[in-house]
């Protein structure tokens, strides 16, 4: 999937499985994306994670965005644009893990809290930016940042976004265009009834949001 990135056609929600384990990705990932996700992510700091997303690529191929969070160096995207993923997720501004996976034809979204750190992160070709954590930029701080970015920079704020209308509205009212989703959709002590349940919320309250 390496054409242009574009949200048309997908849902604007990165599913964050962190801890899945590889004989359980295929499982948590059919759920996800029967109840409508099209971006998955497994961090880096998840048991094989790299297996994991080999799974998912040789799955899915590339009908949807699946690849890695957590990643923090050029060595680690290295080794993830091997798999054939193409999406990069980072919790931090990295240039060189910026150009090598945009170079790759990954949907690349850095981690980035501040102004410096944004405008640095789109100069190196990011597809949109991680509000990361969300809870240290704050509304006021993301309608700041939303206010001297380039027209049509796609923000996704991600770090406590739980399934409800009250915690997505106040950021998609600003300008969010999606969010990434961790432990209130996934963790591995979770029944596939609970992943399935917190998928759903997710999808019906954030379309609730955008109408």
Known sequence: MSKPFSLQGQLPLIAIIRGVLPQDVIRIAEILVEEGFTMIEVPLNSPDALDSISRLVKHYGDK???GAGTVTTPEQAKAVIE???????????NEEVIKMSVAAGCATFPGVVTPTEAFNALAAGATGLKL??????????FKALKSVAPQGTLFFPVGGINPTIES???YTDIGAQGFGLGSALYKPSMSDE????????????FNACIE
């Not at 992943?195 to 019906?204: F, H, I, L, S, T």
């Open 194 to 205: 609970q992943v399935r349940q917190n998928a759903r919320d997710y999808v019906k309250f």
């Open 83 to 93: 798999t054939g993923a193409n999406l990069v997720v980072t919790p931090n501004m």
């Open 168 to 170: 997505m509205k106040p």
């Open 64 to 66: 949807y965005y699946i």
């Open 132 to 141: 990361f954590p969300v809870s240290a930029l704050g509304l006021d701080g």
